[in-house]
């Protein structure tokens, strides 16, 4: 079987969700998606049968255990990581960032430089910012190219020099879509003797990821932008872990990752978390039948996800060619991104746009009242928004579809602007 869009679109109950009998479009992912049912139940029953804290001698909690290990082993699938132990839980993307930096810091010193990106979200900044602001670090700023929407090629070794210490940089961006090619990037940071961070958040839900094959320290992502609850996964090399002084309690564990799992988890949010990995598996044992030999050197769920990733990436692709030759057909509408149907894959379909004349905020609030939902403003990556030089008027409007969108949905939407658009501008 290949994909089938009813199929998915039937594990995910808010998708059949109405208000006033009018259905619900979900364009918002890219700041949250919806859930299956699965982790639904995975969740409630977590609290019924595993409310315990760990490492307990009594069936609650010898279940809590069984629930972190068994995250561990689902994300160690997912990024296809050497060791469950490189996989650390916390409660958001953000404050695993923030709390690691600390950690980070202590290998460098005053006068080392960091390169930030100015194509990431501020989650991938403001940490390093302030450390660099505490450590006396010089920050180097890696530009993209505001024409093509992409790092240039000798972006990064412009910036690179022997005093580098670590390169952060993101997947794929949250606002205007590119997906950078961190592989090479990582190649280069390692090459100059600098560590990288990679901010996966916004590609983890329609790529594969392979932390062993980019060759990153560190990667981040979030489960509830890949269909899972609010949780935050940090993954780190192993001999880079070891080495990090874990900002920790002292009868907390000394070993990685418990190390640097401050306080007590949310285990319901990883039981969640196991089922949106275990629908990623789903999806490619049924529906990934030809996309399984690309991942023949793995096994089990592991190969079943990374070929779903894929087949869900070329199903995507259609939708963000749709999406954005649509919006270039709308007068005074101007798509912040990547654009060339031939380019697609070098984009996920979060696609933002700009309209001459009307606020972002005027779009988001017009779809909003028809039950489509996006977001507008600078969705945190305020580096974005300046270089492109549209913080000041507000942003952008950004559409963001994910796999159980349909091209019925994304026409409905064109539709909307192309009725909302033109009086919004005379108003
Ligand atoms: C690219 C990117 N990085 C980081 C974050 C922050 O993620 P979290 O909410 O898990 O802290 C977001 C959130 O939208 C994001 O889009």
Known sequence: MSFDLNMIRAKFPALSTTDHGVPRIYFDNPAG??????????????????????????????RADQIVDGVHDAMADMLNAASPDEIVFGQNMTTLTLHISRSIGRLLKPGDEIVLSRMDHDANISPWLLLARDLGLEVRWLPFNTETFEFDSDALDNVLTDRTKLVCVGAASNLIGT???????????KAAGAMSYIDAVQSAPHLSTDVQDIGCDFLVCSAYKFFGPHQGILWGRREVLEKLDAYKLRPAPEEIPGCFETGTQSHEGMAGTIAAVDYFSWVGETMAGEYHDRYSHFEGRRKYVHAAMDLLFDYEANLGSILTRGLQALPGVHVQGITAPAAMDRRVPTVSFTVDGVSPDVVAEELGARNIFVWSGNMYAVEVTNLLGVEDSGGVVRIGPVHYNSEDEVNALLSALADILPRAAVA
């Open 33 to 62: 998606t919806q859930v299956s049912q699965s982790v639904v139940d995975s969740m409630s029953q977590c609290l019924i049968e595993s409310n315990a804290n760990m490492h307990g001698s009594f069936v609650t909690s010898q």
């Open 179 to 189: 997906i950078n090619d961190v592989k090479a990037m990582c190649a280069k940071a």
